[in-house]
Each structure stands twice: as structure tokens, then as C-alpha cells.
């Protein structure tokens, strides 16, 4: 494969892990809002079950986004994992590549390899 093709890969991929960071960052944040919003309704309507369950599930979307590049590129890794060209590729990658330039990534493969 040459490099250009290989560049034009990381680009589609580091689009593809932008994107899906967006849109896991987005919703975990409006879930967050309504969260907050509907706290005082919970607590004085409902059991306490559907607090724990919000408590936990608050916890556990603080920590996704305090990982988001992490949960991001596992995703894109498991979305790509029939195409072969993108999983050999993603398999040498590293989550943090998609902050990098494409050019750096493939310097950087190249260094590897």
C-alpha cells in the first residue's frame, strides 16, 4: 500500500473517531443536563431504585468522558474490523492518533514497522 493511500486511511479514520467522540461527548451530555434538571422530581416522586440507577450511571458517563479518546477509537476499531486495510492500520495505531497530524501518524508507523 502507499503511502498516500495509507494517509488518505488515517485521515478517514481519525474523521470517523472525531466524529464519533462528538456525538458519545453530545449525548452524554444532554443525558447529564436532564439528569440534573429532573434530580428534585426523582427523589421526591419515585423509588429509590431509579436514584441509585442515576447515581451509577452518572458515574459511569463521567468516567466514559474523562476516556473519550479511549472509548472513541474502540469503537472505530470495532466498527472497521471487517474491512482489512482499516483494522491492519488501526491495529499499529494508537488512541491519541487522532489528535495527530495524518502525516505524523504515518511517520510514526513507518518508525514502528
Known amino acids: 500500500m502507499t503511502d498516500s493511500s495509507q494517509q488518505e486511511l488515517i485521515v478517514q479514520l481519525q ?3 472525531r466524529t464519533v467522540k462528538v456525538t458519545i461527548g453530545a449525548s452524554i451530555g444532554v443525558i447529564l443536563i436532564l439528569y440534573f434538571f429532573s434530580f428534585a422530581t426523582l427523589v421526591d416522586k419515585f423509588s429509590s431504585i431509579f436514584f441509585v440507577f ?15 479518546n479511549r472509548v472513541s477509537f474502540a469503537w472505530v476499531k470495532f466498527r472497521n474490523r471487517s474491512d482489512a486495510k482499516k483494522s491492519a492500520l488501526l491495529a499499529r495505531m494508537h488512541h491519541n492518533d487522532v ?6 501518524v504515518l511517520q510514526m508507523l513507518e518508525d514502528e514497522g
Not at 489528535?99 to 505524523?104: V, Y
Open 54 to 68: 442515576q447515581v451509577i450511571t452518572a458515574i459511569v458517563f463521567t468516567v466514559i468522558l474523562f476516556q473519550l
Open 15 to 17: 474523521e470517523q473517531q
Open 99 to 104: 489528535d495527530l497530524r495524518p502525516e505524523d
